[in-house]
């Protein structure tokens, strides 16, 4: 069985690269070769990125109504539910984080002080 899938897969890149010769001879006389090879790429990477969300698809259950839960539990359930939303979040964050640093001492701050100091117990 194993045998069967390994010879399988190894026909499944044989073909992907016939295919991408065969789009590459075909636009490198319309488009010129630069262009032509980012267009294969791009081509690929989009067949990857459809393959990937068809094998990684579930079965999404209907949340409970009333589900008190945290701010973080829903971060991680959204990140594991969808994986492309929670990535382009980061990368939005990361930009404004560049771009103003203010932000992020905010945010560090306002989660250190959520918690109220308690004062120490005192000695008698």
Do not use: H, Q
């Not at 393959?51 to 945290?70: F, H, I, M, W, Y």
């Not at 001492?105 to 000695?123: D, F, G, I, W």
């Amino acid at each position: 069985m194993m045998a069967a899938v390994a010879a399988i897969a190894a026909a499944s890149v044989v073909v992907v690269v016939a295919l991408s010769f065969a789009l590459y001879a075909a636009l490198r006389d319309l488009i010129g070769s630069a262009w032509a090879a980012t267009a294969v790429a791009g081509a690929f990477a989009v067949l990857a990125l459809i393959v990937a969300l068809l094998l990684t698809r579930k079965a999404r259950p209907k949340p409970v109504k009333g589900d008190d839960r945290n701010l973080t539990a829903r971060l991680v359930e959204l990140a594991r539910e969808r994986p492309l939303v929670a990535a382009g979040a980061m990368a939005a964050a990361v930009a404004v984080v560049i771009r103003n640093p203010r932000i992020l001492t905010a945010v560090l701050a306002a989660a250190m002080a959520s918690r109220k100091a308690e004062p120490p117990a005192r000695r008698r």
